[in-house]
């Protein structure tokens, strides 16, 4: 299918073949008759991702500070490769979709193949979009009018905050696609409406809709017009859809209310206030969050669990329903506003232009003969009797800056690249070569020339992939954790003794050049010594679904476990018992902030404080080891220290934390053959200790590790 994507590095908008998403669970798959461009939103991405470096830092400053910090913690070049990672990342254009519905996934009621809809998705031939952020069109509505729904629930969410009543005065500053909506739409709620616009052209268009619109293109002043136009009380409520870096519209909406009215900000402007504008009035202000309450919670959007309606009124859901029946009983009329509609081939140039672009919208038109192909080929390669081919599963972050780059450089053979959307995993493909990019990670297991698996997914969904791969006879590699419960790593277990394929955990620590110097430096027989280990993890948001038990597993099963792996590697044992305590009076068991005191089977003691509360400023890792009246340091896998190892060097090196050595050596393993990189029975050891952790933690007490 087609898509359109933006390069945020180079700011080139391109129509991108990727393949088309399948129907997950709780979701609805589209395929596209008509989207909308919002001239406001995309404009602003495409401007942005077209500014040089420069002057990207200076539009967010808040970037600028957390790539300095990482610069003093993890070096100038892993940062350099981290920005320009993210900026190579595709961004997806569009959120204004109508489509007809081409199948539902597991869960999903109400919604039948065939059914008309619109939705947030984006501009491409098909879309996958969970439940509640679709809504069915009704018969009177043309696909046209039903592009509108979106942004009019953008301007509805506005209005709802500013809670207008019959007959009050309500200012719309900006009278751009949103800007014309909400004014109408304030209309039939039966206020007295004053737009305000520097375009003459935008301004005729609302005074035909019957709303008192105001050209300030002129030089008049907005507040003493609108002042004029109330006998001097001022205006009930301003809502400010306009675009604008300046901070005069703020103040202006201020001087124009009267005393103890509202202020919503809908669009993006200055917002350096003036206390006493706002002071002696008393007045309102709130910034409105989008299409409204469920809006980027995830338990609502991607879990589907709607708010009860006799609690919240109006969900986004709700609000994209009530847009549309606006238009159904024509109190909202859309159509005049459609400046032109182009074919979705023929886009690209809108985008190139739409910095100039006097448009009001634009309305894209999808071929009815787009065919619903799940996977495209990127690369022309051959795989026939080749030996240790990789299939990936997963095209997020870490297979972009890491797995990738990794595997390439060491000239591994990769036929598949398997991503939920389509458009990461392609655009990874083209990057380095791989075959084939799909949406069906199906077709990966079921390849016979495929002879491994990563899996570098959400970690929910690794136990149930590599139990798939594995029953398959592939070889596995996770991303860590392997599994996120007991349970699973049993089922893990089971079907790998059946086939006796290769599982491989990414605990990469070990591969380190500084791990690997500490080890030798230790003997071949280090007997029982003593390691402190901390990571300085830095703050995570709690709604991050890494820190979701069921999704992610919390950060000490989904991170930590990795150095639970280190400290097993060093100490030449497996772990025996653990302990595990945390910050605060009634912790809860995704905390991450905690100490982990470890007993291994060689009288080796070991502490892991991960703490999420320290500075950015100081190492994010750091190890010791003590050993015979000796000690070895490593600071941060860029530093290593050693005291009183005799005949030993220090080490310094850019960061290394054994990621590429441990995929080229694992990439030589599936060519090879030869001994498993990490033995099964401490991957085993690892998974079952970090999950003891947790258990730990609620009973209280040590944990025998089995």
């Not at 006998?231 to 005069?248: E, H, L, M, P, R």
């Not at 200790?689 to 933690?697: D, E, N, Q, R, T």
């Amino acid at each position: 299918m087609r898509q359109i994507v933006q390069n945020l590095k180079s700011g080139e908008t391109v129509l991108e073949n990727v393949p088309a998403p399948k129907a997950k669970a709780g979701h609805v798959l589209i395929k596209t008759t008509k989207s909308l461009i919002s001239l406001g939103t995309e404009r602003m991405l495409v401007t942005f991702g077209k500014a040089n470096f420069l002057d990207k830092a200076r539009q967010q400053p808040e970037k600028v500070k957390q790539v300095l910090d990482k610069v003093k913690t993890d070096g100038v070049k892993p940062t350099i490769d981290a920005v320009v990672n993210k900026l190579n990342q595709p961004m997806p254009l569009g959120y204004c979709n109508v489509g007809e519905v081409m199948a539902t996934g597991a869960g999903v009621t109400g919604y039948s193949v065939g059914d008309r809809v619109v939705s947030n998705g984006p501009h491409a031939e098909f879309v996958n979009v969970p439940t509640n952020l679709v809504a069915k069109i009704p018969d009177n509505v043309h696909d046209s009018e039903a592009a509108f729904t979106v942004i009019g629930a953008i301007g509805l969410q506005g209005i709802r905050l500013c809670n207008p009543t019959f007959g009050e005065t309500i200012v719309v500053v900006g009278l751009g696609l949103i800007g014309l909506i909400t004014a109408e739409l304030l209309k039939a709620n039966g206020c007295q409406v004053i737009g305000l616009d520097f375009d003459k052209a935008k301004v005729s268009l609302a005074n035909n809709k019957g709303i008192t619109a105001i050209a300030v293109s002129d030089g008049s002043d907005p507040v003493k017009t609108v002042l004029n136009l109330t006998g001097q009380v001022g205006v009930d409520g301003v809502i400010v859809t306009a675009s604008s870096k300046s901070n005069d519209i703020i103040s202006q909406a201020a001087n124009m209310s009267r005393k103890r009215g509202r202020i919503i900000l809908v669009g993006v402007i200055g917002l350096d206030i003036n206390r006493s504008d706002f002071y002696e009035k008393e007045l309102t202000f709130q910034v409105s969050c989008s299409y409204g309450p469920g809006r980027y919670d995830d338990e609502y959007e991607l879990k589907g669990n709607d708010y009860p309606l006799p609690y919240v009124r109006w969900t986004e859901q709700r609000n994209f329903q009530a847009v549309l029946q606006a238009m159904a009983n024509k109190s909202l009329d859309v159509i005049p506003l459609i400046s032109e509609e182009i074919p979705l081939d023929q886009v690209v140039p809108v985008y190139d232009n739409i910095s100039s672009s006097k448009a009001i919208a634009t309305l894209i038109t999808y071929d009815e003969r787009a065919e619903l192909n799940h996977t495209v080929i990127t690369a022309r390669q051959s795989f026939e009797k080749t030996h240790g081919v990789i299939g990936i599963i997963g095209a997020g972050n870490f297979t972009s800056a890491m797995i990738l780059p990794s595997l390439t450089k060491d000239g591994a053979k990769i036929k598949y690249i398997a991503s939920a959307g389509g458009l990461s995993g392609t655009t990874l493909a083209k990057k380095y070569k791989v075959a084939n990019s799909t949406t069906d990670y199906k077709l990966i297991l079921d390849d016979p020339e495929v002879d491994s698996v990563i899996i570098t997914t959400k970690h929910n969904s690794h136990a149930f992939l590599g139990i798939e791969a594995l029953d398959r006879g592939k070889h596995i590699f996770v991303e860590k954790p392997l599994v996120l419960n007991e349970a699973e790593l049993e089922s893990v277990i089971e079907v790998q003794g059946k086939n006796g394929k290769n599982i491989m955990v990414g605990f990469n620590r070990r591969f380190s050049p500084h791990a690997i110097a500490i080890k030798k430096a230790l003997g071949s027989q280090p007997g029982p010594i003593n390691i402190s280990a901390t990571m300085n993890a830095g703050f995570i948001p709690p709604d991050m679904w890494v820190q979701d038990m069921e999704i992610g597993g919390g950060r000490i099963i989904g991170e930590a476990c990795h150095f639970i792996d280190l400290l097993v590697y060093l100490t030449g044992s497996e772990v025996s018992s653990i302990c595990m305590n945390a910050l605060g009076r009634n912790p809860k068991e995704n905390t991450d902030n905690v100490s982990i005191l470890l007993q291994f089977k060689n009288g080796s003691n070991g502490v892991i404080n991960y703490f999420a509360n320290g500075s950015k400023a100081y190492s994010k890792e750091r190890i010791e080891v003590f050993s015979n009246e000796r000690t070895a340091i490593i600071d941060n896998f860029r530093k290593t220290y050693f005291y009183g190892f005799k005949s030993v060097k220090n080490i310094s090196t850019r960061q290394d934390k054994g990621h590429k050595d441990q995929f080229a050596q694992y990439n030589r393993f599936l060519l090879a053959g030869g001994e498993e990189l990490i033995p099964l029975s401490e991957i085993i050891n690892v998974t079952r200790a970090s999950l003891a952790a947790i258990s730990s933690l609620k009973g209280k007490s040590w944990i025998d590790v089995e």
